[in-house]
């Protein structure tokens, strides 16, 4: 059996694939218990937004909360990827440039229902992993 590596990755290449990925979860605490929702989202002004409908995601990120969320990348063939987990503050966006600028740059279209809401995650824990194997 190969033995795996495990590196932490810089604040720098946490960047980097935060800017590049699109795709993240959201994990918020709803009556003391944690549940995790799959979102779209992008990189703005170093924040994360994404979009939302009315509901139980949107209630949950916008009370004033410290949330997680995480994006990651793994190859089963090679077993190999990595991992960004993003701690910090959400709430709802209320600034109309950039919610103008987060509709345009987060697309709503894969799960039927309204996404008008703008949710945002100001960053004050980000840490990352890569994860491969030893040669």
Do not use: Y
């Amino acid at each position: 059996m190969a033995e795996g590596r495990i590196s932490e990755l810089t604040a720098e290449e946490c960047q980097t694939l935060l800017a590049q990925a699109g795709f993240g979860r959201v994990g918020v605490t709803v009556a003391a218990l944690p549940e995790i929702f799959p979102v779209k989202f992008c990189l703005l002004d170093g924040d994360i937004v994404f979009r939302t409908g009315a509901g139980t995601k949107l209630h949950a990120a916008t009370q004033g909360t410290v949330v997680a969320f995480e994006v990651d990348e793994f190859d089963p063939t090679s077993e190999s990827g990595w991992s960004v987990l993003v701690i910090g503050p959400s709430a709802e966006e209320h600034d109309p440039a950039r919610i103008r600028e987060a509709r345009r740059r987060v697309s709503d279209g894969w799960v039927p229902g309204e996404r008008d809401h703008v949710v945002r995650i100001t960053p004050q824990k980000v840490s990352g992993r890569r994860l491969g194997l030893n040669s």
